[in-house]
């Protein structure tokens, strides 16, 4: 079945510690998304990728970096957690800028 | 600066009718996204406005004003299963979507 896959579904850190949250889609979509939730507030952008090759930085970009070697892959690192990171991570993915994004089922995150 | 407004919450009676708000204030235009989202799951895509006016899709219409920066999400027959956020969503003029906090459906029996 066709779509976008996020792991882990759930994991508990400690600070300071190194993280990447893996994210891959399977619809040859040009653009990936991460985005952050937390309540009461709306889907924060952290970084983005309009292509292959390419990143850019969203609304929210720093303690977090990304890659994107291919089409399908678009991992998100936490190079040192802080708590304020704790939160649910959801990567989503459109075929370019102008198109409905798809979601992965988002990585809930616990930094202790 | 960049603003998405929505109630944070609504009730409703199982069967009527619901109209959800959403103003915004962005740089640039490039269309309105509507989604809904359930408790603990991702967001699903429900519509999309880009030119003024009235889009219906099934029990679901959404409603587009550019030059009021409004729109509106409309529910018919309401069912148990519209118990739900939903999520307003405006592309900018670097076609990122900024975000609404959301509008939490509940719905009554």
């Known amino acids: 079945i066709a779509g976008i896959t996020q792991a882990p579904t759930s994991q508990i850190l400690a600070a300071g510690r190194r993280m990447t949250l893996r994210c891959t889609q399977d619809?040859?979509?040009?653009?990936m998304y991460w985005y952050r939730q937390d309540l009461g507030l709306g889907l924060r952008l952290i970084h983005y990728s309009n292509t292959a090759g390419t990143t850019g930085k969203g609304e929210v970009p720093d303690g977090y970096s990304v890659s994107r070697a291919n089409t399908d892959d678009f991992p998100l690192t936490l190079a040192s957690a802080v708590p304020s990171q704790t939160s649910v991570y959801f990567c989503a993915s459109a075929e370019d800028g102008h198109q409905p994004q798809h979601f992965g089922d988002g990585t809930r995150l616990s930094i202790l | 600066g960049q603003n998405i407004d929505q109630p944070t919450e609504m009730t409703a009676t199982e069967g009527a009718i619901v109209q959800i708000n959403c103003t915004y204030q962005?740089?640039?235009?490039?269309?309105l996204f509507w989604y809904q989202q359930h408790a603990g799951e991702a967001p699903t895509f429900l519509s999309y406005?880009?030119l003024d006016g009235l889009e219906e899709k099934g029990r679901f219409s959404s409603f587009l004003s550019r030059s009021k920066g409004y729109s509106y999400l409309l529910l018919k027959e309401l069912q148990m299963k519209d118990s739900a956020s939903y999520l307003c969503a405006v592309g900018d003029s670097n076609y990122q979507l900024i975000w609404g906090a959301g509008t939490k459906l509940i719905i009554k029996p």
């Open positions: 962005t740089s640039g235009f490039n269309g």
């Open positions: 619809m040859r979509h040009n653009a």
């Open positions: 406005n880009v």
